[in-house]
Structure formats: C-alpha cells, structure tokens
C-alpha cells in the first residue's frame, strides 16, 4: 500500500499515530527501529503523544535494524547513541527491553545468532520502522544482499559511506562495515512501515515499488509483504507512474 502524505510532517504524524494504536491495543509491543534523517519526524511526534499521555511504552520492547561495527554506543554517530538522543532518554522505555545490534562484538557470528535469538523470544517484531537508501538498502541490506538474510555483518558500498558521512566529523571516518538485521528478519516483521521523502529517494521508491523484486534493490521485497505500508511525500512519490 502507498501512502503519500502532503509533507514529510504529516507522514511522521501519520506512523507515530499508528504506533500509538498499536501501544494502546499491545502494551507490550515489540517495535522495529530506523535510525537516520527520515524516522526522526517519527520520533519527535512519539515523544509529544507520550508527553501528551497517548503512548506509553513502559512494557513495549524495541529492537533497532543496525550499527556500525567499532563505534562504542558512546560515539556519537552510533546508533546507540542516535537513540538515546532522538528517542528512549524523552520516554519511558524499560531499558532493558531496548536491543541494538553491539558495535563492539568480539564474536560478531554469535552477536548476530543471539539478536536473532532475543527477536524470536520476544515473539517476533510487531511493527517494524523502516527507511530506504538512494541504492533501495533497507537496514544496511545493500543491493545483492539476499532476500532470505538474517542478522549478520556486511559491508557499506562507497555510496551509503558517503551519504552517511554527514554524521561523521570526516568522511573517512564512516566504518566500512555494520551489523544489520536481514531482509529475511524484517519481512517476518507483522507490520512494516517504509517512510522515504525527498526527491533524492524518489528513484529508490520508484523501482522498489514498480520494478521487478529483485535483490539488487532490497526494499523490493517488500511488495511480498502482506501489510507493508510506504509512507512518502510528493517528492519521493515523483517518479511513480
Ligand atoms: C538506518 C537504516 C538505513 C536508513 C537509510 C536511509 O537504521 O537502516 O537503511 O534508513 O540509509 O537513511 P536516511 O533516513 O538518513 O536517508
């Protein structure tokens, strides 16, 4: 299902409205989580509904896509970072109920095994965040990333280096390798949201949404999905038949 929404404000409202929905039927949902630019909108409507007393979060559990492989969850480009700031210090997540892949496995292989693992003792993921990249990567899946992966290392093509270079203090800085979620664990998530905005996506969102599902552009997949739902602006809508 394709969603356009009129700006990206209006998306973010949008899915924090369904993530509300879903807290207040399932306390103790387990949520997906992006990091980035694009979900940050999201974040920022949850933290207002949770001021607001619209979404409470003291039994839900989350699980994030990502990391960077060597950033200590103190740098402040990791993802662990990114979170805290942008969302778990402003609500009330248990935070021992709140799972990133570790940066700083000694054994990534059993890291990977054990994510997969704590997934599955949560009884699955509820509803699962999503962005894109300008490749068609979801999660650090980047093109050629198989449709049945699970959680596992890989390695950023020079473009996502480059795209995430802007949270760096210099380019070379970006880590050449990540932990990531599968396309195989996000598509058993029951719920999926894709947001993407900006004509920068637009390219991304076309061939995931039009083009034949194909592992050389990831969030394809997702048209086998039976509920996912792509949440876009105008712009990133722009090059949709
Ligand atoms: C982040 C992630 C990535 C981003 C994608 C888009 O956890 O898994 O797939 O969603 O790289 O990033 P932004 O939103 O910064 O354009």
Not at 65 to 81: F, N, T
Not at 157 to 168: I, L
Not at 224 to 231: E, L, M, S, Y
């Amino acid at each position: 299902e394709i969603i356009i929404q009129p700006t990206p404000e209006a998306a973010c409202r949008y899915v924090a409205g369904r993530i509300a929905s879903l807290l207040s039927a399932k306390p103790a949902a387990v949520l997906g989580l992006a990091t980035g630019s694009t979900p940050v909108g999201v974040y920022r409507e949850l933290i207002q509904l949770h001021q607001r007393g619209e979404a409470d979060f003291s039994h839900a559990a989350a699980f994030n896509l990502d990391e960077y492989l060597g950033l200590a969850p103190e740098h402040p480009a990791s993802y662990h970072h990114f979170m805290q700031e942008n969302l778990f210090q402003h609500v009330n997540f248990n935070p021992g109920r709140t799972f990133i892949p570790s940066g700083q496995a000694s054994d990534v292989s059993a890291a990977c095994a054990d994510y997969e693992a704590k997934i599955r003792a949560y009884n699955g993921i509820d509803l699962q965040l999503l962005g894109i990249g300008g490749d068609g990567h979801i999660g650090f899946n980047e093109p050629s990333s198989s449709l049945s992966s699970r959680t596992r290392l890989k390695t950023l093509t020079p473009r996502t280096r480059e795209d995430n270079a802007r949270f760096f203090s210099s380019p070379e800085e970006v880590p050449h390798h990540v932990l990531t979620m599968g396309v195989g664990t996000i598509m058993e998530a029951r719920e999926i949201f894709l947001l993407a905005f900006g004509q920068g996506k637009a390219d991304a969102i076309a061939a995931s949404v039009e083009g034949p599902v194909t592992a050389n552009v990831p969030a394809s997949v997702l048209q086998f999905h039976p509920t996912a739902k792509i949440v876009i602006d105008e712009a990133a809508a722009s090059r949709l038949q």
